[in-house]
């Protein structure tokens, strides 16, 4: 699948809407970090994890849809398409470490993000990978954030399983207008649109996980 140069005005809208959740990302970050208990150092750990990897792919994709064709477009496209693989395992960190603990917990934490580095790296170096080979894995990676979360669905609160599950489903869902940006304008920042909704979606759940759980 090759993908189609987009427009002005498509990449006006694309780097638009990322921009856009680049500040909700700002504005969500404060209350992120501060829905941690000061004692609680895995919680603190998972939830900077999350913010960060969160902030580099917004702001990453914001700056490639806004750059002017060139060498600097180009980069920043490696690493816009890299951090993807960071953010989904920086979503699946806070799960994984308020999971209840053994080290079984451990090894998948470690198996993610050791192949969230290979595909960062992958991305980096601009070695080519097909790009629905690529949209396959972030999607298989990213529903590995609803497997880390298995162990704590009967103590969640249900909405913030809800949340956890139907941010999983915008992702996956816009997965399909991202296929159809090879033929139709505008379905590149719709897909934007769905990525920022599973985002939103995403933050709230992990905000859930700042309550206390149930027995």
């Given at each position: 699948?090759?993908?189609?140069?987009?427009?002005?005005?498509?990449?006006?809208?694309?780097?638009?809407?990322?921009?856009?959740?680049?500040l909700g990302a700002f504005l969500a970050a404060p209350r992120?970090?501060?829905?941690?208990?000061?004692?609680?150092?895995?919680?603190?750990?998972?939830?900077?994890?999350?913010?960060?990897?969160?902030?580099?792919?917004?702001?990453?994709?914001?700056?490639?849809?806004?750059?002017?064709?060139?060498?600097?477009?180009?980069?920043?496209?490696?690493?816009?398409?890299?951090?993807?693989?960071?953010?989904?395992?920086?979503?699946?960190?806070?799960?994984?470490?308020?999971?209840?603990?053994?080290?079984?917990?451990?090894?998948?934490?470690?198996?993610?993000?050791?192949?969230?580095?290979?595909?960062?790296?992958?991305?980096?170096?601009?070695?080519?990978?097909?790009?629905?080979?690529?949209?396959?894995?972030?999607?298989?990676?990213?529903?590995?954030?609803?497997?880390?979360?298995?162990?704590?669905?009967?103590?969640?609160?249900?909405?913030?399983?809800?949340?956890?599950?139907?941010?999983?489903?915008?992702?996956?869902?816009?997965?399909?207008?991202?296929?159809?940006?090879?033929?139709?304008?505008?379905?590149?920042?719709?897909?934007?649109?769905?990525?920022?909704?599973?985002?939103?979606?995403?933050?709230?759940?992990?905000?859930?996980?700042?309550?206390?759980l149930q027995a």
């Amino acid at each position: 699948m090759q993908q189609r140069q987009q427009d002005m005005a498509e990449e006006i809208a694309n780097s638009v809407l990322h921009g856009a959740t680049l500040l909700g990302a700002f504005l969500a970050a404060p209350r992120l970090l501060a829905s941690a208990t000061p004692a609680n150092a895995s919680a603190h750990t998972g939830l900077w994890i999350f913010v960060t990897t969160m902030t580099l792919l917004y702001g990453a994709s914001t700056l490639y849809h806004a750059m002017p064709e060139g060498r600097s477009k180009q980069w920043l496209l490696r690493l816009d398409n890299a951090a993807i693989y960071l953010f989904i395992a920086g979503s699946y960190t806070p799960f994984a470490l308020l999971s209840p603990g053994d080290s079984t917990r451990s090894v998948q934490l470690t198996l993610v993000w050791l192949a969230a580095a290979a595909g960062f790296a992958v991305k980096v170096r601009a070695l080519h990978m097909p790009p629905l080979l690529s949209t396959a894995l972030y999607v298989t990676m990213g529903w590995l954030v609803l497997l880390a979360a298995l162990p704590l669905m009967a103590q969640l609160p249900a909405v913030s399983t809800a949340w956890l599950v139907i941010g999983g489903v915008a992702y996956t869902v816009g997965v399909v207008f991202f296929v159809l940006d090879t033929a139709v304008r505008y379905a590149h920042a719709i897909w934007h649109g769905f990525v920022a909704a599973g985002t939103g979606c995403h933050i709230v759940a992990v905000l859930g996980l700042s309550q206390p759980l149930q027995a």
